[in-house]
């Protein structure tokens, strides 16, 4: 795990006064009030040599800041990138938003792609965090399932509080295998209704039931002619879409493919999802914030309240 710049979460506090039945019962801080978050999420077109120009990432990671300071998001969920991209990201975003991180890879593995969310600072206190593998082993290093495109697939999670109104909430970055067999349409399924059983169990464990904010790459669309669309059930029957859900939203395509999308190709994979929540916001950064593409997905961003 690559964690850095944590604040540490402040033990809950105890009842100490003497004679009363509620002496030994923890002090449940109540909320005290409604809770706006904004949260983009993007993924993270890796940086390799072949990349030249505007295409390059010393070119788009520029970029990357311009949008983070144009739209100020509360947080980012990132998936795919290099551990170089976290790092830079890291070093140029301290202080102001802290960084979790884990690699498909295993704990402090340097190798291969990274899922991360960063989050403000001086917004949120980090309760909790960890990460899980898109398989029927979510515990250790494994693929999901009998995905062909042979890469480890995890889910990154955040138990954050809000420090004005003590609210509680789960964010996740995930994304899901590619491909088109039936084997990779199962896995996809598989890894979606792992996802939301996994929160379920969470918050049954913890005696909660708290807002989930859920992002990622789910290489499927809504599009009825798109037979990848099955994976999106799981989460459509527990949670719901921010993208249909927002009174202000759009459709436009999330994935560019800078600018040159292969015929064929899923043009809509990215989403947001939300459980007791409410959506008030949906929108495809799509604008040029330096450079025409920050990374072959444009990042999708959200205003919700709960």
């Not at 697939?153 to 138990?159: D, E, F, S």
Request: charged share 25%; hydrophobic share 35%; with cysteine.
């Amino acid at each position: 795990m690559k964690l850095r710049n944590i604040l540490m979460a402040a033990s809950l506090l105890m009842l100490s006064a003497c004679g009363d039945d509620n002496d030994d019962k923890q002090v449940v801080e109540q909320v005290t009030g409604p809770t706006e978050v904004t949260l983009i999420s993007c993924d993270i077109l890796t940086d390799e040599a072949t990349q030249a120009g505007d295409l390059s990432w010393k070119k788009r990671r520029v970029a990357l800041l311009g949008m983070l300071e144009t739209e100020k998001p509360d947080i980012m969920c990132m998936q795919g990138q290099y551990w170089n991209q976290v790092v830079y990201l890291e070093q140029k975003l301290a202080g102001t938003y802290t960084i979790v991180d884990h690699a498909v890879e295993g704990d402090d593995s340097e190798k291969g792609r990274h899922n991360s969310v960063m989050y403000r600072s001086d917004k949120y206190t980090l309760e909790k965090e960890g990460r899980f593998w898109l398989s029927q082993t979510p515990n250790s290093k494994t693929n999901p399932w009998a995905a062909t495109d042979n890469e480890r697939r995890i889910a990154t999670w955040l138990l954050l509080k809000d420090n004005s109104t003590r609210a509680r909430f789960y964010v996740v970055s995930t994304g899901l295998n590619t491909g088109d067999l039936a084997e990779d349409m199962q896995a996809r399924v598989n890894s979606a209704d792992l996802i939301v059983t996994k929160f379920q169990e969470f918050m049954e464990t913890d005696g909660i039931d708290i807002p989930v904010i859920l992002a990622g790459n789910m290489n499927a669309s809504y599009a009825a002619d798109d037979t990848r669309r099955d994976c999106l059930k799981p989460y459509l029957a527990w949670m719901e879409s921010v993208r249909d859900e927002a009174p202000t939203t759009d459709t436009k395509p999330s994935y560019n493919g800078l600018g040159r999308p292969a015929s064929g190709v899923c043009l809509v994979p990215d989403h947001i999802f939300i459980y007791k929540a409410q959506a008030l916001e949906f929108a495809t950064l799509d604008g040029n914030y330096g450079v025409p593409y920050i990374s072959d997905h444009n990042p999708i961003s959200c205003k919700v309240k709960f």
